[in-house]
Nanobody
Framework: QVQLVESGGGLVQAGGSLRLSCAASRSIFSINFMGWYRQTPGKQRELVAE???????IYADSVKGRFTISRDNAKNSVYLQMNSLRPEDTAVYYC?????????WGQGTQVTVSS
């Protein structure tokens, strides 16, 4: 088992930046897929970005060129740098890890972008 704890959310004006962090309770070296998802009320949770062990990354079309995901296995952490934020980026952001059939989720952190 691994616990994931997100931090770095908050209120920011449109055009601003935030950096989300996800700290794992143990090594994430063996967790192949680490990612960030987001969810707004009444909508399904959606993938924002994912990083595969190594440096392969996947981004939702809506965030390409604005968000950057990274992982630091030595610090058991994953990050999401969010630039040029838009009001439609407002959501609860969740850190996730997948390894085989096992998935891990954090409790989420609120990001609110004001216009």
């Amino acid at each position: 088992q691994v616990q994931l704890v997100e931090s770095g959310g908050g209120l920011v004006q449109a055009g601003g930046s935030l950096r989300l962090s996800c700290a794992a309770s143990r090594s994430i070296f063996s967790i192949n897929f680490m990612g960030w998802y987001r969810q707004t009320p009444g909508k399904q949770r959606e993938l924002v970005a994912e990083i595969i062990s190594g440096s392969n990354t996947i981004y939702a079309d809506s965030v390409k060129g604005r968000f950057t995901i990274s992982r630091d296995n030595a610090k058991n952490s994953v990050y999401l740098q969010m630039n040029s934020l838009r009001p439609e980026d407002t959501a609860v952001y969740y850190c996730s890890g997948r390894s085989g059939l096992t998935s891990y989720w954090g409790q989420g952190t609120q990001v609110t972008v004001s216009s």
